[in-house]
């Protein structure tokens, strides 16, 4: 059973930076891929980032891609979210999620562990 809980979200302005962070518990979270998703309001939750359970494998949104960085730190049970040159259409809830088996379509449906989500807001 993995547990995740988010960090790190904030009220920040276009053009700035923000980091989230997400522990997961237990002793075996080097055997989960790892991904981020975002829901804002009124809309879809969707997909942001993914991580495979090495760290080799980076895949990203188009809409997010070049400016967040996904990576992970497996001795510390972390996956961090670095996001940079965040713009408004950023707002969102971000969930941290986790899947014991191999993703291959980045879809809510293969990962089977949630956060509860942590608020990031962008003013323009």
């Known amino acids: 059973q993995m547990q995740l809980a988010e960090s790190g979200g904030g009220l920040v302005q276009a053009g700035d930076s923000l980091r989230l962070s997400c522990l997961g518990s237990?002793?075996?979270?080097?055997?989960?891929?790892m991904g981020w998703f975002r829901q804002a309001p009124g809309k879809e939750r969707e997909f942001v980032a993914h991580?495979?359970?090495?760290?080799?494998?980076?895949y990203y949104a188009d809409s997010v891609k070049g400016r967040f960085t996904i990576s992970r730190d497996n001795a510390k049970n972390m996956v961090y979210l670095q996001m940079n040159s965040l713009r408004p259409e950023d707002t969102a809830v971000y969930y941290c999620?986790?899947?014991?088996?191999?993703?291959?379509?980045?879809?809510?449906?293969?990962?089977?562990?949630w956060g509860e989500g942590t608020q990031v807001t962008v003013s323009s």
């Open positions: 237990g002793r075996s979270f080097g055997l989960y891929d």
């Open positions: 999620a986790a899947s014991r088996n191999q993703v291959s379509s980045f879809t809510q449906r293969e990962y089977g562990y």
């Open positions: 991580i495979s359970l090495t760290g080799v494998n980076t």
